[in-house]
């Protein structure tokens, strides 16, 4: 049967499944301070001594509610700084293949979702960086505005039957790599954001 | 009111030397004299974010005879940054203590 102390280290390592490095090396670290905080009771050994240390640590769950609201914003500065590469590098591309390549015919509506779309994630992004910088709806409107920006932007210059230049296939390749990544970046801190609310709504 | 100064608090315990978080706990209980009896746990989300922001660093070390642990020190950063807080605190504090009986007027 496992000891108070072993409970208490499970229950936390399941409330900071969010991240399994911190995990892992917190509840090594809270159960040599729970055992030396038991030892230096004057009833141990017993299950009481290690009943008190663990009481005298707090909740299990406020201490991850913690753990969750610190990384959340170094996890919205990642996902912001990724947006900004991302819409950069669309930038440089959309320029590249106005100059390299002629607009195909495939379309009409493809120049006019490219660069609307492209307006509209500017726009969001300066008002969700400004303020809503963890509104998850934000990042996601300007994940979807990029998705359509570029894929328009792929359609409109026919740009795999033209034969490209490298430049432009290279920044086409820099697009779909920055908005692979900065889709799993939001997704990621809306699993967090969720998370730490649910955290949060226990703890209090 | 203490939540909003752990991290200098958590800074000036391991203004001595390097210590485990049981030992910084330790410090800050009697050093306060048993004022601030804060649940034990709470340290560690501090230790974490001033680690994060390169005012502590961290090794796991294992006595001779004893467990393993992470042993938190003060860099040159945390030493700057623990300066700069005790000095706003400083101020803070006289002002607070002219507004609340301190019978000193701020600024000296």
Redesign the interface.
């Known amino acids: 049967m496992a000891g108070v102390i072993e409970d208490y280290v499970a229950a936390l390592r399941r409330q900071l499944d969010f991240d399994p490095t911190l995990a892992q090396r917190l509840t090594s670290e809270v159960e040599d301070h729970l055992r030396d905080a038991a030892e230096s009771d004057p009833a141990w050994p017993s299950s009481e001594a290690e009943r008190r240390a663990v009481q005298r640590f707090g909740l299990s769950r406020q201490i991850a509610a913690q753990f969750a609201a610190d990384a959340i914003d170094r996890q919205v500065r990642r996902t912001w700084l990724t947006l900004l590469a991302t819409v950069i590098v669309t930038f440089i591309a959309m320029r590249l293949r106005v100059i390299w390549l002629d607009d195909g015919a495939v379309s009409a509506l493809a120049p006019l979702i490219d660069r609307c779309a492209f307006i509209v994630v500017i726009a969001v992004g300066v008002i969700g960086w400004f303020s809503f910088r963890r509104s998850f709806l934000a990042l996601a409107l300007c994940l979807a505005g990029l998705a359509a920006s570029i894929g328009a932007g792929f359609v409109r210059a026919d740009l795999f039957a033209q034969g490209a230049p490298l430049p432009v296939l290279l920044t086409a390749a820099g697009e779909m790599v920055l908005i692979g990544l900065l889709s799993f970046r939001i997704v990621g801190l809306g699993r967090r954001l969720k998370r730490t609310a649910v955290l949060r709504g226990v703890a209090r | 009111m203490l939540k909003g100064h752990l991290d200098a608090i958590v800074l000036a315990a391991l203004e001595a030397g390097p210590a ?3 030992a910084i ?1 330790e410090t800050i209980k009697s050093r306060s004299g048993n004022t601030f009896d804060l ?4 340290v ?2 501090a230790l ?2 001033l680690e ?1 922001a390169g005012f502590l660093s961290s090794t796991w070390t294992t006595p001779a005879n004893g ?4 042993v938190y020190s003060l860099t040159k950063t945390g030493s700057a940054a623990l300066a700069a807080r005790r000095k706003a605190w400083s101020r803070f504090s006289q002002a607070v203590d002219s507004f609340l009986g301190g019978g000193r007027t701020w600024p000296a």
């Open positions: 485990h978080g049981y706990i649940p034990e746990g709470t560690y989300p974490h974010r994060h467990r393993r642990r992470r």
